[in-house]
């Protein structure tokens, strides 16, 4: 039998999964966590502890009709002001409640469009951010990066606020695929955007690109890729896109009969995933590619690659704090996620108290679920002798628990030792196998496909 009636018997063409960046998904998420039980969570942070932050700007100048990202379109800055005034008050009620001897270990400002805010708006943010909390010494601050809506200038005042990694948007280069999803956007802009970067000294560079959109056939996504190679990201995120207009309003601007069927998205990742092998690329979890001495490499290597709401990080903290409208904090004891429209948002913040309207405390069996489906999804595999030291459950038990999984999938999952292990296509089935690991799985949920 091939690989692919071997996938196929296994129901990947037709099956929907969540993307597993938290488990529970975000969709499970409860109105038992408010904002009372996000202040405690802040005050229980041990002293010293290293923290992550993720600034969301939810405004953008278009609305790429693809896009599934919690974003509104402005055709002026005028919303930008009072959003920043909220992102500081925000800032002082989390100030208020978290221990004051943490370190940031990573900055993330995305978005949405983050690009869209004028110099001086970036440097003020930059001004609270520097003023919230210190670095620590190995910081990483990222910023999302669109080609089309960014300049010199702009580019200058993010290197001095201390951006020193970047993530470009492209998602596909090709002219007839970037007009069926609403996104023109010439190489050559991108390609001058990448050089300003380079030159203002930031050397660690991701870009994102989707298959599975309309119009793709093979020869168009190796074109794609091959100027993505030019321009030599250290990171490439490759997504498969995910149709789903219910949730994200403005694709039904997408037309969904040119949309490739499931057997098509596979090609498509499968020749995507080769040229980037072939060009010396570390493939890395579910989705991204990474150069041979990129810290995600060597996080791959190490078995320290982690997963969180951007996907991948090599962030190694336990406590992201999410700033801005509809952003989602990790903490020890659970998930908290703000208002998600401006308004509700801003209404919240300015009665003084954490946005929190949803989220999920965790019990002991979350959080060995979502350690489980953590490690499946970032190392393709279960060291249960790992699980069992670190949540004090017998090797026996843990077996006991997940042996039913090498028998549902016996062409791609083996247990060798004390590991459960995906052999073949694990990139592909390593949804599947985590959501056998869910709890909260809905048959029916309307999730993105799996493929
Ligand atoms: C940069 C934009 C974002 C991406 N993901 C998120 C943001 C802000 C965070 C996020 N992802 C999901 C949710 C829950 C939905 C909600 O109502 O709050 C949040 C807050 C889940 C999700 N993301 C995508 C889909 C289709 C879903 C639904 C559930 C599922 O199918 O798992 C699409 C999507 N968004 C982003 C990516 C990279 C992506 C698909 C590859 C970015
Ligand atoms: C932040 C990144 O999220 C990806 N992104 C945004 N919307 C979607 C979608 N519907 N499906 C897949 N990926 C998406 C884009 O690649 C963007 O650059
Ligand atoms: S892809 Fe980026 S620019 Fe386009 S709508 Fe989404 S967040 Fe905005």
């Not at 296994?10 to 998420?29: E, I, K, M, V, W």
């Not at 201390?162 to 802009?189: L, T």
């Not at 030291?389 to 549902?408: C, Q, W, Y």
């Not at 296509?425 to 599947?432: E, G, H, K, P, W």
């Amino acid at each position: 039998m091939s690989s692919i009636e071997r996938l196929r018997r296994l129901g990947l063409f037709d099956a929907r999964a969540p993307r597993y960046t938290s488990y529970p998904p975000a969709n499970h998420f409860g109105e038992n966590v408010g904002p009372n039980t996000v202040a405690h969570w802040l005050q229980a942070v041990p002293s010293g502890a290293r923290v992550s932050l993720y600034l969301h700007i939810p405004y953008c100048r278009r609305l790429c009709w693809f896009c599934a990202c919690r974003t509104q379109g402005t055709s002026t800055d005028r919303p930008l002001i009072p959003y920043l005034d909220q992102l500081r008050a925000e800032m002082a009620i989390v100030d208020a409640n978290l221990p004051k001897d943490v370190v940031l270990s990573h900055v993330h400002l995305g978005g949405g469009t983050p690009t869209l805010l004028p110099p001086e708006m970036i440097r003020d943010l930059g001004r609270d951010i520097a003023a919230f909390r210190p670095w620590a010494e190995d910081c990483e601050f990222s910023v999302e990066i669109d080609p089309t809506e960014v300049d010199k200038p702009r580019i200058e005042a993010l290197q001095e606020i201390g951006m020193n990694r970047a993530s470009i948007g492209v998602q596909d280069f090709d002219p007839s695929v970037q007009e069926c999803i609403g996104r023109i956007q010439s190489f050559e802009q991108t390609r001058d955007v990448v050089e300003m970067l380079r030159d203002s000294g930031v050397n660690s560079l991701n870009m994102d690109i989707l298959y599975g959109l309309p119009h793709q056939d093979k020869g168009r996504m190796a074109d794609s890729v091959q100027k993505v190679l030019s321009l030599a990201p250290d990171r490439v995120a490759l997504y498969g896109y995910a149709h789903v207009p219910w949730m994200a309003k403005r694709q039904v601007m997408i037309p969904s009969d040119a949309l490739p069927n499931a057997e098509e998205r596979l090609h498509l990742f499968d020749t995507a995933r080769r040229l980037f092998v072939w060009d010396g690329y570390r493939e890395i979890g579910i989705d991204h590619y990474a150069r041979e001495g990129d810290s995600m490499a060597e996080a791959d290597r190490s078995n320290t690659l982690r997963r969180n709401f951007q996907g991948y990080t090599v962030d190694d903290s336990d406590l992201l704090i999410g700033l801005g409208a509809s952003a989602i904090s990790r903490y020890p004891q659970g998930f908290a996620q703000n208002h998600s429209t401006s308004s509700r948002y801003a209404t919240a913040i300015a009665e003084g108290r954490p946005a929190t309207v949803r989220g999920h405390a965790m019990s002991p069996e979350d959080l060995l679920r979502s350690d489980m489906i953590e490690m499946l999804m970032c190392r393709f595999e279960l060291d249960l002798d790992e699980l069992s030291a670190r949540h004090g459950i017998p090797v026996v038990e843990l077996r006991e628990r997940v042996l039913h999984i090498p028998r549902d999938f016996p062409d791609h999952v083996e247990e060798r030792g004390n590991r459960i292990r995906l052999t073949e296509n694990a990139r592909l089935v390593a949804r599947l196998v985590a959501a056998e690991l869910d709890q909260y799985a809905m048959p029916e949920g309307r999730h993105s496909r799996a493929l």
